[in-house]
């Protein structure tokens, strides 16, 4: 089974800053089946990156997704308030079907 | 556009079968799509439970496959979930979602059950 690993666990910035989000792959994925999830308290998660690096409709383009081998980036270019919640990545695995999440990474203002 | 609502006991007993439900509106039940459902104990992460497409067949998180029922009845355009013999660990909010591809675009606001006696 893959897992998948996100790094930092938390991270403080603030307002206008660069944010970089990291999603380790414990094996290959293939980049269509990694998808980027943004939650905020009492929320249900939001669908932000599909496909490793194209973003859902309404999703601003200060949010962009990249691929290295089995290290996946969601990078925020000039962070904005409502921006601050917990990020989560996911993978699809096929035969048998199943889906299987990162741990998530808080992404808190300093 | 498909909204989703999931609805259910908020309180179910240790040993016994949370049972949800999950309405359907805005959208044809019979389109080729799958609908998953999602879990998240409180103040952790998110786990995928199972998942079923328009012509019935379901998947399962394997560490769940033993207890976990997902059906789905188009009539009344409603997706259910039971799991069986709960414990505390079950404790979680409890997501229904839709999905055609890879990735969950479209899921409800979550509806909490908490197992205790």
């Known amino acids: 089974e893959i897992v998948l690993t996100q790094s930092p666990g938390t991270l403080s910035l603030s307002p206008g800053e660069r944010a970089t989000l990291s999603c380790r792959a414990s094996?290959?994925?293939?980049?269509?089946?990694l998808t980027w999830y943004q939650q905020k308290p009492g929320q249900a998660p939001r669908l932000l990156i599909y496909?490793?690096?194209i973003r859902a409709t309404g999703v601003p383009d200060r949010f962009s997704g990249s691929v290295s081998g089995t290290d996946f980036t969601l990078t925020i270019s000039g962070l904005e308030p409502e921006d601050f919640a917990v990020y989560y990545c996911q993978q699809f695995a096929a035969s048998p079907s199943r889906y299987t999440f990162g741990q998530g990474t808080k992404l808190e203002i300093k | 556009q498909v909204q989703l609502q999931e609805s259910g006991p908020g309180l179910v007993k240790p040993s016994g079968t949370l049972s949800l439900t999950c309405a359907v509106s805005g959208d044809s039940i019979s389109s080729i799509t799958w609908w998953s459902w999602v879990r998240q104990p409180p103040e952790k992460g998110l786990e995928w439970i199972g998942q079923?497409?328009?012509?019935?067949?379901?998947s399962y998180n394997s560490s769940l496959q033993s207890r976990v029922t997902i059906s789905i009845d188009k009539s009344k355009k409603q997706l259910s979930l039971k799991l069986a013999s709960v414990t505390a660990a079950d404790t979680a909010v409890y997501y229904c979602?839709?999905?055609?591809?890879?990735?969950?675009?479209?899921w409800g606001p979550g509806t909490l059950v908490t197992v205790s006696s």
């Open positions: 496909a490793a690096s």
């Open positions: 094996q290959s994925v293939r980049s269509d089946y």
């Open positions: 079923i497409d328009d012509s019935g067949s379901t």
């Open positions: 979602t839709r999905h055609s591809g890879f990735s969950f675009p479209t």
